[in-house]
């Protein structure tokens, strides 16, 4: 997990958004001042320029979508939702401060207490963009205010990406903890928290939110052909939603060492996960390996619990290419 958040989540976040938040939008009334009564202002002036900013927003046309939501803006100055339009549009032309100036208007267009969903997030979409440009600060400062207003999953681990990046790990995992309450469906936000626990050194709460990634994703389990023998490492192709179970004999005490690594150059990033005999959790890497990819994963002396059938997980990260990886384990006596 190397970046907090890319331009593309956001992009697709606000995406996302626009069909609930705009589909209704061209014949609707406006939204008043937030600061004022909160009752709805009379009919949207020059309803068909919002009309023509949709459907060129969904065709693609970005420069265009500004350029009639702009219109529309000069009729109708205090319409949140317009200036939400025209945000997502600045994001997809990659105008970002553009886009944070419009969101940053349509926060102040907003009542939060009478739209907290819309508002918080407005904030959290903000958030993202703050995100994106590496102003870790304001996008704390949005992100508590949208949990604030309407906590949501997407707010807490969106928050809990920016402490990752920041390496406050305790408040990340808080907020993994968090986003897992509120959607424990959702297989990333297992992905995310098993990356701060093994930075943290929880390998077997690593290792499990791992197994429960592999399981919400429907990850195929794919048995090697034969146990792995200590110091007789083996090439095993990595492809998308593809996950080995490699068995390997050991006993009581024995100190384990294993590294999985792709081929320099390939973009080939595993991960591993070390079951006991019983198939239970116990730890879990990836990217500790000092390799010149900076893509290898690696268990370094891992004290063996009992004797047994042991069973090591690979497969590739979220980021990984497709490709093969070589995969190798030490068993040393104490």
Known sequence: MKKAASLLLVIIAMAVFVPSAMAQQPANPTPAQGDQTG????????????????????????????????????VNPTDNRAYLLRAISYVQSDDIDAAADDLTQAITLTAADREPDFA??????????????????????????????????????????????TQDLDSALNDFDEAIALDATDPILFYYRAAVNAQMGNGAASAADYVEFFDLVGAERRPANDPLLSGEPEVFPLTAGTLWTIPFEGREGQLLSVLALGRPDSGVDPVLVLLDPNGEPLTADDDSADDPTGLGALLLGYPLPETGMYTLLVAGTLASQEGEALIGIELLDP
Request: proline letters at 4%; hydrophobic letters at 45%; glycine letters at 2%.
């Open 39 to 74: 009752e709805m202002s009379p009919l949207a002036a020059a309803p068909q320029l919002y009309d023509r900013a949709l459907n060129a927003f969904d065709s693609q046309n970005f420069e265009r979508a500004i350029l009639d939501i702009s219109l529309y803006l000069l």
């Open 120 to 165: 918080a997030r407005l904030y959290f979409l903000r958030g993202s963009l703050y995100s994106e440009t590496e102003s870790f600060d304001a996008a704390i400062a949005d992100y508590n205010q949208s949990i604030a207003i309407a906590p949501s999953a997407d707010a807490y681990t969106s928050r809990g990406l920016v402490y990752f990046t």
